[in-house]
């Protein structure tokens, strides 16, 4: 039996605004819609909704109705789905629905889409248990599987997934560390008795998710018989395909026009019209196989830009400050059990704040230009450090 694991991930974050150093002392609503040339949160969200989030909610669920054996898993973050039950509340409806069917599994990972883990590990796991307990309340299931913000991993965090019983957690399947070995296996975490480690196959995945519609690759245009042949390709080389990608690479980051959808469509059917070849949740795929063998991550990879490091977020000294000085105000800004004050600092945890400071260059550089809200990484710095004076002022107060 040949398997496709498809996880797909679902994230907006709630963005700062132009917050001017006037502001400091004065106006403490740092994520309204008050932009003076950008989309507010709010038109954000709704225009990706439009999309994204709907038709390719509608493609997942005709194909659930159409094939018994097509699943698939979607990590949700808290602000998405904050943002989701206020604005548009029938994307909720629809994933209860998907939730329903036993086809579609929801992963565990921090409600606020942070970094935590390498900065605060009594903050990782307060943003993990409130993550776990609003997809309880929400979609009435308890996460297995774990997957960390951007697929950052390493030893240590499997260990902690071990620890807390996750049947498995998700990573990049990087070169570097396979060193010649497939992705296509199931693995076991150095140390880890009970979970596994799922590696996504990141070329097969980003065939998809960066490259579809890119006219100056080789091998565009990508067709669904195309990509067939390079799934039964890499299948002699391990059964378990692992297909991990944003959730809005269909509609948002690849767009109708570009055939995304149909594509998609082909390839579900394709794949599935042999009886030897299935889809499978996260957690299925743990069981999919037998761990082949331990593989140790003593460094963090994760699944951004070129190096697979933490580099995307923590490069320069803007980002660096920026993270020392947040994480500095935890615990004074939860002294305070001010709850208003808290979330605003919670929310500043989101990784793609210190995302938006990045300053690489190249093809790198374009993707953070890309996600960023703001005319350059310089302004998003200086925005997000007047917000932390501002934090650090209400504390005094």
Not at 33 to 40: F, G, L, N, P, W
Not at 175 to 204: E, F, H, M, Q, W
Not at 280 to 291: Q, R, V
Request: hydrophobic residues 35%; aromatic residues 14%.
């Amino acid at each position: 039996m040949q398997g496709i694991c498809l996880y797909l991930h679902m994230h907006q974050p709630i963005r700062y605004r132009e917050y001017s150093v006037f502001d400091i002392a004065n106006n403490h609503n740092y994520f309204n819609s008050e932009y003076k040339s950008r989309e507010s949160n709010e038109q954000i969200f709704k225009k990706v909704a439009t999309k994204s989030y709907h038709p390719m909610l509608n493609l997942i669920e005709k194909n659930i109705k159409k094939y018994p054996n097509f699943k698939v898993s979607l990590s949700i973050t808290g602000t998405w789905l904050e943002q989701a039950k206020k604005l548009d509340p029938t994307l909720i409806t629809q994933i209860k629905r998907l939730v329903k069917s036993g086809r579609v599994e929801i992963l565990g990972e921090t409600y606020y889409h942070s970094l935590a883990f390498f900065f605060n590990r009594a903050e990782f796991n307060y943003q993990v248990q409130k993550h776990k307990e609003a997809i309880e309340k929400t979609f009435n299931v308890t996460p297995m599987v774990f997957r960390n913000t951007e697929l950052a991993y390493n030893d240590k965090i499997a260990k902690w997934a071990n620890t807390k019983k996750y049947k498995g957690i998700l990573a990049e399947g990087w070169d570097k560390i396979l060193k010649g070995n497939s992705p296509n296996y199931v693995y076991k975490p150095v140390g880890c008795a009970k979970t596994r480690l799922l590696l996504k196959n990141y070329r097969l995945s980003d065939d998809i998710a960066f490259r579809f519609s890119d006219q100056s690759w080789r091998e565009w245009p990508l067709t669904a018989d195309k990509y067939l042949k390079w799934l039964q390709k890499s299948c002699k080389k391990g059964n378990l395909i692992n297909l991990f990608m944003d959730f809005e690479t269909f509609g948002e980051h690849q767009w109708k026009e570009t055939g995304i959808f149909d594509f998609i469509n082909s390839v579900i059917s394709q794949w599935l019209s042999e009886p030897t070849r299935t889809f499978l949740t996260a957690s299925e795929a743990c069981d999919f196989m037998k761990p082949v063998s331990e593989i140790s991550m003593p460094s963090t990879v994760t699944w951004a830009d070129s190096e697979r490091d933490l580099s995307a977020w923590l490069a320069n000294s803007m980002q660096k400050s920026a993270t020392k000085y947040l994480y500095s105000l935890r615990n004074k800004v939860l002294k305070t059990k001010d709850q208003n004050l808290i979330r605003d600092w919670r929310l500043l945890t989101t990784s793609d704040h210190p995302y938006s400071m990045c300053t690489k260059y190249w093809n790198d550089g374009n993707v953070h230009a890309y996600f960023s809200a703001y005319e350059s990484p310089y302004e998003s710095f200086i925005y997000f450090m007047n917000i932390l004076r501002d934090i650090e002022f209400r504390i005094k107060k």
